[in-house]
């Protein structure tokens, strides 16, 4: 079955970099878009960055310039390199997957920024 595990999250303080990463499993990772979204307490979960197959990205606009997504179809891998972190950025992180049409997600990872 699809299967995503996230990792990397963590506590840093503002302006601090993590990295996230999701390894899939149980389908053909190659060909399917894949997303990181977060949900801050209390408000609704949010698109952060896609990557499609052809490698093409967008980003939600309080993050662009700040955040990277990137893909290793070869270790079934989607990334998040986060930098200049500032508070309003933590939420738990999920990745996410849409391999046939169906919607598939991790289980998240906290990111937490604070002084």
């Known amino acids: 079955q699809v299967e995503l595990v996230e990792s990397g999250g963590g506590s840093v303080q503002p302006g601090g970099s993590l990295r996230l990463s999701c390894v899939a499993s149980?389908?053909?990772?190659?060909?399917?878009?894949a997303s990181w979204y977060r949900q801050a307490p209390g408000k609704e979960r949010e698109l952060v960055a896609r990557i499609t197959t052809g490698l093409l990205t967008n980003y939600a606009d309080s993050v662009k310039g700040r955040f990277t997504i990137s893909r290793d179809n070869a270790k079934n891998m989607v990334y998040l390199q986060m930098n200049s972190l500032n508070v309003e950025d933590t939420a738990v992180y999920y990745c996410?997957?849409?391999?046939?049409?169906?919607?598939?997600w991790g289980q998240g990872t906290q990111v937490t920024v604070s002084s």
């Open positions: 149980g389908f053909t990772f190659s060909t399917s878009p």
């Open positions: 996410n997957t849409v391999p046939l049409g169906v919607p598939y």
